[in-house]
């Protein structure tokens, strides 16, 4: 069983939820991270119930601390950070974080390099998003609960060290680079010289960075035998894997206990 920590996609595009859900069990996964904005989150709440874990994407160069509030009184397990106009520690972010924590809601940062769409309105400087900046927010602000998305691509070391190194920072392998990699390079990162160092790989989260709600399309199924690879690899324990494959979002969104 997996918990898929990182995704997107058009609730509406699916006729059927309940058949759509069926079949993402089938194939091992039993509920999804949606980043989306607000509304789309709840419509897919809606729709889909509990397989859906909402998270609600904010432009936070324009956002206040309402935002945040309105967001998690609505029902999302956290917000999700990307393209900040300055360094995500800067200290004009530091109200929003503040009521993150507070909330015991999670902060989702897209780390590391962000692709170009077109000719971009708006610069994008991904040294802005790297995993440096995330250690300043956790030095900060110790309890507020962080997923790093993309392990900081490609500061993979950061993120290896960040999130080996603060409490409450998780991190993923998602998006479309990191399974591009070896798997002994990996390998190499969570057991060097083929000794399993678990406090290292214990806050990975599975997670795809594809799209769902695609009639017939299972895209994170690569994403499933990336994980499978390396955790074998390393020789994880069975107790490992399942805090990897699901156990660790559940803690971070505060399933447990529901
Ligand atoms: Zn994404």
Same mark, same amino acid.
Request: hydrophobic letters at 35%.
């Given at each position: 069983m997996y918990i898929d920590s990182h995704v997107h996609g058009d609730?509406?595009?699916?006729?059927?939820p309940r058949a759509y859900v069926a079949a993402c069990r089938e194939r091992g996964i039993e509920a999804i991270v949606l980043i989306e904005p607000l509304d789309r989150c709840l419509q897919a709440v809606e729709r889909f119930g509990d397989f859906i874990i909402p998270v609600a994407r904010i432009e936070m160069d324009a956002a206040g601390v309402g935002e945040i509030e309105r967001c998690i009184r609505s029902g999302c397990r956290g917000v999700k950070f990307i393209?900040?106009?300055?360094?995500? !520690?800067?200290?004009?972010?530091w109200p929003l974080y503040a009521r993150l924590e507070e909330l015991g809601a999670v902060a989702v940062y897209h780390t590391g390099y962000l692709g170009t769409r077109g000719r971009e309105m708006r610069p994008v400087q991904i040294e802005h998003m790297r995993a440096a900046q995330i250690d300043a927010i956790a030095r900060r602000f110790p309890e507020l609960k962080i997923l790093m998305a993309h392990y900081s691509n490609p500061w993979w070391e950061e993120a290896w060290k960040i999130s080996w190194s603060h409490p409450n920072v998780y991190a993923d392998l998602s998006g479309?680079?990191?399974?591009?990699?070896a798997t002994r390079m990996w390998a190499e990162i969570f057991a060097p010289d083929g000794a399993l160092l678990e406090s290292s790989v214990r806050k990975l989260c599975f997670g795809s960075d594809v799209r769902y709600?695609?009639? !017939?399309?299972?895209?994170f199924e690569p994403y499933i035998a990336f994980y499978d690879r390396i955790l074998d690899r390393i020789g994880a324990s069975e107790s490992l894997k399942s805090q990897v494959y699901w156990g660790n979002v559940r803690q971070l969104f505060g399933l447990d206990g529901e």
């Open positions: 609730p509406s595009a699916i006729d059927d393209r900040p106009a300055a360094p995500y !520690g800067d200290e004009r972010y479309g680079t990191a399974i591009h990699r709600f695609q009639e !017939g399309a299972f895209a």
